[in-house]
């Protein structure tokens, strides 16, 4: 079955740190670009970072720049999102895409081909 599944989603005070991963099954995701994407209860989704095929090139939102790092492992075929400095902003559901045969890291939602379930992150005051 071809799927992305994100895990390491947890409840953290703000000041902390989580680490996302997003496991792909089913194929290889090494030839595409992945992004990692939010939503918040009553809000729209928005871009959060993604990372071009092989790591070379990647991009933030800036509301998370300079606290997030998007990495990947092609070996592995999974995603990672290190978070830390965490706020109560950034709680919300995040999820994993893969945009396929794109090696080139993307903001818009619209261009992924495949997404994941999603994973709570809840950060306290």
């Known amino acids: 079955q071809v799927q992305l599944v994100e895990s390491g989603g947890g409840l953290v005070q703000a000041g902390g740190s989580l680490r996302l991963s997003c496991a792909g099954t089913g194929r290889s995701f090494s030839r595409d670009a992945m992004g990692w994407f939010r939503q918040a209860p009553g809000k729209e989704r928005e871009f959060v970072a993604a990372i071009s095929w092989n790591g070379g090139n990647t991009h933030y939102a800036d509301s998370v720049k300079g606290r997030f790092t998007i990495s990947r492992d092609n070996n592995k075929n999974t995603v990672y999102l290190q978070m830390n400095s965490l706020k109560p902003e950034d709680t919300a559901v995040y999820y994993c895409?893969?945009?396929?045969?794109?090696?080139?890291?993307?903001?818009?939602?619209?261009?992924?081909?495949?997404w994941g379930q999603g994973t709570q992150v809840t950060v306290s005051p």
């Open positions: 895409a893969a945009d396929y045969y794109n090696g080139t890291p993307k903001r818009y939602g619209n261009a992924y081909d495949l």
